[in-house]
């Protein structure tokens, strides 16, 4: 059976912690495993801007000995030039898996459907899975530990970092509050969704309108752009309503005095977090960056794999 990553509660708990063990050991011997030796290729695609995601990919797929094919979104007109359906037979013949940043969720499903190669989803509209696998290799490496610590999110917590966040700190047993203003929240599918996957694992997932209460005795604190990519006509009103849940130095003081801050990036300084916190002595957001790399490089291997 082909396994994708199309969000991240498509790994088991038990599967995610192997990916993050795995990853740990990547990033410690980062040339040693090569198991896209031909090269064999995998395609990117971008419908949207990136830097981290690409570069990323790019470096990590070369590292496990493939080849890293890139696929221009706008030339490609997935869904208008032809069909997502046709797409993903070509390039299920040209590569050994796909890599998609896309807007609609259904289209990287419908790719997952068609390509026959694992598909592994590169943000869309509702996930960002790969960040959540860096971030949370990144707690383990500060931490120690993932399950039984608390992760506050303030923000947008309707965006893909807000359900990504849920899905994959309840598969890891943590208890995750998300603080966002009104209309701005998960939908309640997404937490109740969470709250099942959370039983198994002794985590939760709840909402906490109110930032101050989210984020104290917090062990990580984490925030994301008031603007995510698609969203930009909306830039002046996300603004004036989000900015109660600005991770300032003040409401990032009501954490754990060792917490850490997150951030997947770009950030806006003076917008949804201080500068202070950002470039402060516990942000992580570089190891974040950093490792990207490591936990994709893991999440490729073990789709491989798990496929046959
Ligand atoms: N929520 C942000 C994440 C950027 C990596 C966006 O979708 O633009």
């Known amino acids: 059976m082909t396994r994708h990553f199309l969000a991240d509660d498509d790994v088991t708990p038990a599967e995610q912690a192997r990916v993050l063990d795995l990853a740990l050991e990547l990033k410690h011997a980062p040339y040693d495993a090569k198991p896209l030796a031909g090269p064999r290729t995998v395609a990117m695609i971008f419908d949207k801007q990136t830097l981290r995601t690409q570069s990323s990919f790019a470096a990590g797929i070369a590292e496990l000995g493939g080849f890293p094919m890139l696929v221009d979104g706008a030339l490609a007109g997935i869904g208008v030039r032809e069909s997502v359906h046709d797409v993903a037979r070509v390039l299920g013949r040209q590569a050994a898996m796909i890599v998609w940043r896309t807007y609609e969720q259904r289209r990287l499903d419908e790719m997952a459907e068609h390509a026959g190669v694992p598909v592994v989803n590169a943000l869309t509209d509702d996930f960002h899975p790969c960040q959540l696998l860096a971030d949370l290799l990144t707690i383990r490496e500060h931490k120690e530990r993932l399950a039984g610590l608390t992760a506050a999110f303030v923000g947008d917590g309707a965006s893909n970092m807000g359900n990504s966040w849920l899905l994959a700190g309840a598969t890891a047993g943590m208890h995750v509050r998300i603080s966002s203003p009104e209309g701005f929240t998960p939908e309640p599918a997404m937490v109740e969704r969470a709250s099942k996957v959370a039983a198994g694992t002794g985590g939760s997932a709840a909402l906490e309108p109110d930032p101050v209460m989210a984020v104290t005795g917090a062990d990580v604190v984490v925030t994301d752009t008031w603007i995510s990519m698609g969203k930009e006509d909306e830039a002046a009103s996300r603004a004036e309503v989000l900015a109660p849940y600005s991770l300032t130095t003040e409401l990032f003081e009501k954490a754990k005095p060792d917490a ?49």
């Open 260 to 308: 850490i801050a997150m951030h997947c990036l770009p950030a806006y300084r003076g917008k949804e977090i201080d500068a202070e916190v950002l470039d402060g002595p516990q942000s992580v957001v570089w190891d974040e960056a950093e490792n990207r790399r490591h936990a994709q490089k893991a999440i490729l291997t073990f789709l491989l794999e798990a496929s046959g």
